[in-house]
T-cell receptor, first 114, second 110 residues
């Protein structure tokens, strides 16, 4: 299995630009999670989906952030407009719902907003 | 929701010594406790996990213990090696969500 695949690995852009992060979960996993990691705040859960449906988006910091999951194998996290304080590493993770199962993380997207 | 606290924030040991990282959680309904290792610039990777009906689990040099009454769980690494140097995160699963500790930076000195 290829694991959770995220793209791009690195993104550098100027403030005000739209940023789109992409994630492909592990095949067969029905939960998908988006996290943001910074030194100051650690790992923060932004939003998660079950069977492509958003379940809890209470961690999304502002209306500038949005996430979609149009099908079981693809999700996007969009920031528009981006701001320097959005600079962080964004991780996508997926898991199986049955029983107590671990989340498997992608390699992350390192986002820098100038 | 759940609140997970992790200690210490940094830990420095000599190669060959043991390392212990402790976490506490607040909600007794939490029922699954994974531990992740994150090397610099890499993704968090699962190293061991324990379910609420088990008190201890071992995998070679790594072990995890769970005390449900006290609501705390610990990671034990024996015979530490320089490649064990990383940030370690504990987590507690409540419902669909994981609640992560703030991380412990382990430094194993050769």
């Amino acid at each position: 299995d290829a694991g959770v695949i995220q793209s791009p690995r690195h993104e550098v852009t100027e403030m005000g630009q739209e940023v789109t992060l992409r994630c492909k979960p592990i095949s067969g996993h029905d939960y998908l999670f988006w996290y943001r990691q910074t030194m100051m705040r650690g790992l923060e859960l932004l939003i998660y989906f079950n069977n492509n449906v958003p379940i809890d988006d209470s961690g999304m910091p502002e209306d500038r952030f949005s996430a979609k999951m149009p099908n079981a194998s693809f999700s996007t996290l969009k920031i528009q407009p981006s701001e320097p304080r959005d600079s962080a590493v964004y991780f996508c993770a997926s898991s199986l719902s049955k029983g107590q199962r671990p989340q498997h993380f992608g390699d992350g997207t390192r986002l820098s907003i100038l | 929701g759940e609140n997970v606290e992790q200690h210490p924030s940094t830990l420095s040991v000599q190669e060959g010594d043991s390392a212990v990282i402790k976490c506490t959680y607040s909600d007794s309904a939490s029922n699954y406790f994974p531990w992740y290792k994150q090397e610099l610039g890499k993704r968090p990777q699962l190293i061991i996990d324990i379910r609420s009906n088990v008190g201890e689990k071992k995998d070679q040099r790594i072990a995890v213990t769970l005390n449900k009454t006290a609501k705390h769980f610990s990671l034990h690494i024996t015979e530490t090696q320089p490649e064990d140097s990383a940030v370690y995160f504990c987590a507690a699963s409540l419902g669909d969500k994981f609640y992560f500790g703030s991380g412990t930076k382990l430094n194993v000195k050769p």
